[in-house]
């Protein structure tokens, strides 16, 4: 028996050494991930890219290329453009497509009925030229819906509230000027079929009445002198006065020739325009020649006295391989009732231009509010290279940064503080110089925040009653953490500590009575940061806590019992030994009601803070919520996990808390919106939470908590 009493003192003690002794764990640390923020990382644009990939697409309307148009439009990326841009995207392309077909068909359709008029069948010519013209007006409702798309971009990239020099206003103007030419194009097609050719089919009618004057055809078709006036466009003074003229004398045909030299020139040279626009009679002086450029107006040139035109045309700086160069010719002023107009053949010019590749490279993260360093390089390949030229940095579509470079650069940029973490376009852009075509490329550039590390020191064991020094350094990848946030719990205790400039922060946190012995226990540190590179943390760190009160009257009792134990054993065993051996009895235990219990909990008084509603929003929102969950771990015991986010605690308390619930969890998601976004809450959200604390905090009594 002595044996058994020393090895049951022996154990106790090993007992209580070993849970002294124990080491403290490994700290772990977590990040907080923003698991419900709205910023989803998407795929971004570039404005320059987009707004020249539309004027690519219109060049080939104007060259009457409709399967170019095709090819580029249904390639347009538009994953990569934003939700608020897709319909607009959408419109453009399909909108584009149209009228690269409708443009093709009325050029045909003009071939046609030229040659209809030609075989003098003139009634097929007439309706076919009614048919050009609702050609026409339909190309001009694809023209419009195409400005349309123009104007909802624009009001999404702002481009032209630009400077009028960026590069991001010119590709906007490019492209209006584009559109521009376009429809002096299609209203040049009217004119022409409003003006011009219905008096050619009215010039192949009066071929059939050679010989006559316009009086007897007016009696033999039974027409008015309002009549011709209508079909031929000439005025009813001027048919007044044309008694005894016969009717093939009213309209004459007239022919424009038209030689170009050189046709293989770089962009911005001269070429030499020349030709003779003659009547029947012979050469048609001091008339107005229009110089049509892929089917749209550029220049006027008058004739000389016997009929021939000169100009020199400087090859504009468009950076298109091939322009289509023509004369027009159409009656303007006295001209109009007397002759036809007329238009030369399609002279094609090949144009040369200096085209560079160019490469920028970002570096792999940014952050909000700090500088990133954008590199560049420009590849002239076999051209001769520029020594500097002027480029534009836009991140997304604004412009941050206009340098002069050479071939190769490096330049910093700002980010800005709100800019939401994700992908982001970074663009850069050179104008043209000369001969040089412009340039634009674009790249990813990841934008982030930095996860924060914190050294803590702790002691391996901390004693209760007592407290706990803390000293440690915040610190991240980009730099020491100034300012930071930092809030301490452990148990019911809890301090707030700020960090200085180098990072570094002390204090001291107080451990209040338990009901524990020894044990381990999580000291949570949450750490908000103020610079918006840095994103907030939360780590764990586990204490092995010796209550010492507790434990010197369990070891008292222990000794008490060791002392005890054997004369209790000497005693029972004599006893035992003198008794004699009794027939065994069986107990029967009488009924006894199940005590009754009540089932409301008390809940401690926690004072509240007197500085709660002190300071910015922000902190008070912070404030009231930690207020909040201090007193929802004392009623429903459930702890706030390391990798539990904000809205899973919520969940878990939901059926503990019962009424009181609802306004956690609007509270909650009023503390995610703060940690999670970019959004700067008023006095009014701090009175809100406010609020919902007392509310919360009302509920609980009105449930007898």
Known sequence: MMNL?????????????GLASLCILSPVVYAIEPHQDPATARPMYSAISLLRYYSAALDG??????????????????????????????????????????????????????????QSRFDEADELAELVLATISRAHIEL???????GATDRELRASLAPADSDLRLAYDGLRQRIDRIRDMLDLYARLLEEVLPKSVITGEFSEFAGITLEEYLRIKGLTVDDISRLTGISVE?????????????????????????????????????????????????????????????????????????????????????????????????????????????????????????????????????????????????????????????????????????????????????????????????????????????????????????????????????????????????????????TVGLGESQIELTSNENGALDGEIRVGMGLGVIGRQDMAVQVLPQEPWHRPLITTRSLVMVNMVNCGGII???????????????????IYAEAPVAAPVVA?????????????????????PGALDRGQPRNVILAWYRFVVGVIRVVTRVMLKPQQTLREFAGESHRILGPAARYFLELTKMV?????????????????????????EEELKGEGV
């Open 588 to 608: 029967i235990t009488p009924y006894r009601p199940t005590p009754v219990y009540s089932q409301e909990v008390r809940l401690p008084v926690i004072k509240r």
């Open 238 to 486: 001027v048919l007044s006065q044309l008694a005894g003229v016969t009717v093939e004398e009213l309209l004459r045909p007239t022919e424009i020739t038209l030689k170009v030299e050189p046709v293989v020139i770089f962009v911005g040279g001269n070429v030499n325009l020349e030709g003779r626009l003659t009547g029947e009679v012979g050469p048609l002086a001091a008339r107005e020649v229009v110089i049509l450029l892929n089917g749209s107006p550029y220049m006027t040139v008058l004739t000389d006295n016997e009929g021939y035109y000169r100009e020199m045309l400087t090859v504009p700086y468009w950076y298109v391989s091939n322009l289509d160069i023509r004369a027009l010719y159409y009656p303007q002023d006295e001209d109009i009732g007397h002759y036809l107009a007329s238009l030369s053949r399609v002279v094609t010019i090949e144009v040369l231009f200096y085209q560079a590749g160019l490469e920028i490279t970002t570096e792999d993260k940014a952050y909000p509010g700090r500088e990133t360093t954008i590199a560049g390089r420009f590849d002239y390949g076999q051209y001769p290279p520029l020594a500097e030229r002027e480029v534009e940095i836009y991140f997304n579509s604004l412009l941050v940064s206009e340098i002069a470079v050479s071939q190769a650069f490096e330049q910093p940029i700002s980010i800005a503080p709100e800019t939401e973490v994700g992908r982001h376009i970074i663009t850069v852009s050179s104008a043209a110089v000369g001969r040089h075509a412009p340039v634009v490329s674009s790249a990813v550039i990841e934008v982030t925040r930095a996860t924060p590390v914190l050294n803590l020191g702790l002691p391996a064991v901390a004693l209760i009653p007592g407290s706990v020094e803390l000293d440690g350094r915040l610190y991240s990848e980009v730099g020491p953490l100034n300012g930071a946030l930092v």
């Open 5 to 17: 009493c020393r090895s049951l003192k022996t154990g106790i003690a090993a007992t209580i050494i």
């Open 672 to 696: 995610e919106r703060l940690l999670y976004s970019q959004y700067q809450p008023t006095n009014e959200d701090a009175g809100k939470s406010r609020k919902l604390s007392r509310d919360i």
């Open 144 to 150: 419009d819906n195409i400005e349309k798309a123009t």
């Open 61 to 118: 309307v104007l060259q009457k290329n409709p399967s170019q148009v095709e090819d580029q439009l249904k390639k347009m990326p538009f994953a990569n453009i934003p939700p608020s841009l897709e319909a607009a995207a959408g419109d453009f392309a399909s909108s584009g497509i149209d009228l690269s077909h409708l443009v093709m068909d009325i050029e045909d359709d003009l071939s046609r009925w030229q040659a209809l008029v030609v």
């Open 556 to 574: 008292a009792i222990l000794v008490l019992f060791s002392i005890l134990l054997p004369v209790v054993l000497r005693r029972r065993s004599r």
